[in-house]
């Protein structure tokens, strides 16, 4: 949990600052940001950054890195879904197959992954 805050943190103290310096915040009035642009953020920084990353960094403990990173394959499938579920976007053929590729390739690195043993430990 500490890794995690530490590294979101900095992380936003850097950005901001850059930020602050390149002008960005140059005509910028709270009283312009809308409740909807607020709870966007709020959404983003509690499920985005600390749910995520927590996540990901307990997953790098637990599990191998190779299948840690199907996670990158995996997250498109998700914005997918929930662009269909939550704004009536469009699901064609074409993505329907990708997604289904995808998911058959995640299968398929998880399956090779069990098959591997695991080191032997010293005196064991």
Known sequence: MLLSAL?????????LTTG???????G???????TRSWLALAYLIV??????????NWLMEHYSPTFV????YINPIVAVF?????AGEKVTINVAIAAALVILAVFLVDRG?????PPKTVGG
């Open 82 to 86: 929930l662009g269909w579920w939550l």
């Open 113 to 117: 992954m069990a098959r591997i043993e």
């Open 28 to 34: 910028f009035s709270f009283s312009q940001v809308t």
């Open 7 to 15: 590294s979101l943190l900095s992380g936003s103290v850097l950005l």
């Open 47 to 56: 499920f985005g950054s600390v749910i995520a990353f927590t996540a990901y």
């Open 69 to 72: 990173a199907t996670h990158t």
């Open 20 to 26: 602050t310096i390149a002008g960005e915040a140059r």
